[in-house]
């Protein structure tokens, strides 16, 4: 007997340090694939123009390759015998090895970037493919060998597995903004992550290699609701799984578009998106229906409201706060249901398989057919919509469910598609504007509206990217006087007249917009644009007459470091940095690599002029650490709104070595630029958005 008992318990030990082997691969694994996403999506950032719509193909990526390594999982698990699946994955660990430590080539770097996606998509492929597939297949192919052992997990153990890969995946969003992006350079980054995918990869060889002799199904357990599946179930699944992750993209472009594309703003929505799955999947009852069903309305009405009257708050993180909790909720109803129709552990590859599948549609539903189904950004209008109708057939389906809450989903329905068709009827501008323009692509929707003035200046055009107005012009009297951020009382139209003097001067413009520098070249100047979009051409060329008020210019397509470092030295007397107006902060354009390319590109004593209006980040502290580091002189100039004559309010940091120039009458208005807000110069390999936000 002792003997036995000896035998028993040297039995419960080792079962027990497997299924705490089991639990740290899980972890880990959800860990470094989460900890990844905004790492790599940092990387290449700079090489597609800093765009909201990189983090959004990204997003597409990630979503696409989970379901990936669900089906790899699901294949594996069911049609590969277990004596030889430890091998197929063995094999594929030590094959991805080859690929560290994690980081895109220069050879990645874009030479055409008017349909950046298929790029995106390929280099993530090839520099993180592997890993990615690897590291998504970890939870349901461990959770499967557990399902299988002699002494099986219950079906709950088996499921609160995935509530603890949830975990990892959400401490990795948070802790990147706040532990490692302010204080370790992308590369570190990387070999910290390469190192930890070596522990990971030699925890997943030795559970693949115990599954070996493991039984090629699930033992039996008793029939229960959850053991045949469905087609309506199916179908369910994946429904309630598209939803959430279509409304993922959809929040997280419409806060990036509103607020700033910066990774806070990536993770916030993120790590709320896993935390719903962990609160659902962990136990049902936290998922208590009543109070659910209670506040969902508040939250569908609080984003439709986001549509109607995208910054609602002068304070980011208020519209921030608003926004993360009516997202949560939304997610909270559907992988709540989703769990509540998890089945028998016989079907769970399948499961998340379904589950991969839905989140992946809705992805591609976001990021792919929408820019090309709609020349504006409805996605998040029409995501509510199929919500909406989503949970009122969810609730009117359960069985025991209150009646209340099946009125109550009914009504949610209705309001919502009248309140959503009746804000996308909303005209844009004021009362007699019209709509002149409306295109999407990648880099999100543009559209020019004309709005009559009653005056001798005719109407006025404005070119609006989301919220933001990028450019103005009146149609009749003074097409050629500057408006908007570059009035002749803003910071540029101070640098031009500055250095305006016998000699025709050469200006580069980083940020095409409307034209509107153009209308300060005269007789012998050269300008020439650099712009990453091409309908931002489109739109200057056809629909604002700025370029004509110029003789020479043209423009540079592309992303304008690209396109400086491949240029000759150009010698200009004024360079203009026009980048950040939209609230997505291409870092690249600030960092210490970027103004040494600018530097070069300036006569000697040429001026700089940054364009920093912004309301979320404060950016001039960057640009004022960065020229003292070089030895030159920065100062801002302030110009306050004027709508009745179409100027608006406006900060450039002017930077320059030339004898006398800020003592200039043209710059009588400058001020010094403090740096409080930036501890070091930023850089290619780091950035700190964060301490930058105002």
């Not at 959004?56 to 979503?63: D, G, H, T, V």
């Not at 031009?496 to 153009?518: D, F, H, Y």
Request: proline share 6%; aromatic share 12%; charged share 15%.
């Amino acid at each position: 007997m002792p003997g036995r008992r000896n035998f028993a318990s040297s039995l419960q030990s080792a079962e027990a340090r497997e299924r705490a082997n089991a639990a740290l691969a899980i972890f880990l694994g959800a860990f470094l694939l989460f900890a990844l996403e905004p790492m790599i999506a940092k990387m290449i950032l700079p090489w597609f123009g800093g765009s909201a719509g990189v983090w959004i193909a990204c997003l597409l990526f990630f979503q696409v390759a989970l379901l990936a390594g669900y089906f790899y999982a699901h294949l594996l698990t069911n049609h590969v015998a277990p004596a030889q699946q430890w091998r197929v994955h063995v094999g594929l660990l030590i094959l991805s090895l080859f690929l560290l430590p994690i980081g895109p080539g220069a050879y990645w770097k874009p030479h055409e970037t008017s349909e950046p996606l298929p790029a995106i998509l390929a280099l993530l492929c090839a520099t993180i493919g592997v890993p990615f597939l690897l590291l998504a297949s970890t939870g349901p192919l461990v959770q499967s060998w557990r399902s299988r052992r002699p002494y099986a997990d219950s079906p709950l153990t088996v499921y609160r597995f995935y509530a603890l890969s949830n975990v990892g995946s959400l401490l990795a969003p948070l802790a990147y903004p706040v532990l490692f992006e302010p204080f370790l350079t992308t590369r570190v980054q990387s070999w910290i992550w390469s190192f930890g995918y070596l522990i990971f990869a030699g925890l997943s060889g030795v559970l693949a290699w115990q599954s070996r002799k493991l039984p090629a199904v699930p033992p039996e357990t008793p029939l229960g609701r959850n053991e045949r599946v469905k087609p309506l179930d199916s179908a369910l699944w994946f429904a309630l799984a598209a939803v959430p992750s279509a409304l993922l993209l959809a929040v997280t472009h419409h806060m990036l578009q509103n607020i700033a594309a910066i990774p806070l703003l990536w993770v916030i929505p993120l790590a709320l998106y896993l935390l719903s799955f962990i609160i659902s999947f962990d136990s049902p009852r936290w998922f208590y229906r009543p109070l659910w069903y209670g506040i969902l309305p508040a939250a569908v009405g609080t984003l439709i409201l986001s549509i109607a009257a995208p910054v609602l708050f002068a304070d980011y993180t208020a519209q921030l706060a608003l926004y993360a909790a009516a997202f949560f909720i939304c997610c909270m109803v559907c992988h709540g249901e989703l769990a509540a129709l998890k089945p028998a552990p016989r079907h769970l590859t399948s499961y998340y398989l379904t589950i991969a599948g839905g989140g992946a549609a809705g992805g591609l539903a976001v990021a792919v057919l929408a820019p090309a189904l709609f020349a504006y950004d409805q996605d998040l209008a029409f995501v509510l919509l199929v919500l909406a109708a989503l949970i009122a057939l969810v609730a009117w389906r359960l069985p025991a469910v209150a009646s209340w809450i099946r009125w109550n989903t009914i009504m949610l329905g209705v309001g919502t598609w009248a309140l959503v068709f009746a804000v996308l009827a909303i005209p844009l501008g004021a009362p007699g504007s019209e709509r002149l323009f409306a295109a999407r692509n990648f880099y999100g929707p543009l559209q020019v509206i004309s709005t009559p003035t009653h005056t001798a200046k005719g109407a006025l055009i404005e070119l609006r990217n989301g919220s933001i107005v990028h450019g103005k012009q009146f149609t009749a009297g003074g097409k050629c006087e500057p408006l908007s951020y570059y009035a002749r009382a803003s910071g540029i139209g101070a640098a031009i007249q500055g250095m305006r003097g016998n000699s025709p001067l050469r200006i580069g413009v980083i940020g095409l917009g409307a034209g509107t520098i153009a209308a300060y070249g005269k007789r012998g100047d050269v300008l020439r644009f650099y712009e990453i979009n091409p309908l931002v051409r489109k739109v200057a060329m056809e629909q604002f007459q700025y370029l004509s008020c110029a003789e020479d210019w043209s423009i540079a397509m592309g992303d304008a470091r690209l396109s400086l470092e491949r240029e000759a030295l150009a010698q200009y007397d004024v360079l203009a940095v026009d980048a950040f107006t939209s609230d997505a902060i291409p870092v690249h354009l600030l960092t210490r690599e970027a103004f040494a390319l600018y530097w070069r590109h300036l006569k000697p004593d040429g001026v700089l002029a940054v364009h920093v209006s912004n309301t979320f980040v404060n950016l001039a502290p960057i640009v004022a650490l960065a020229a003292a580091e070089s030895g030159k002189t920065a100062q801002a100039i302030f110009t306050r709104a004027d709508i009745a004559n179409g100027v608006s309010e406006s900060v450039w940091v002017l930077v320059s070595t030339r004898a006398g120039f800020f003592d200039s009458p043209a710059l009588s208005e400058a001020v010094p630029v403090g740096m409080v807000g930036s501890e070091r110069v930023w850089t290619d390999d780091y950035s700190n958005i964060w301490r930058a936000l105002k």
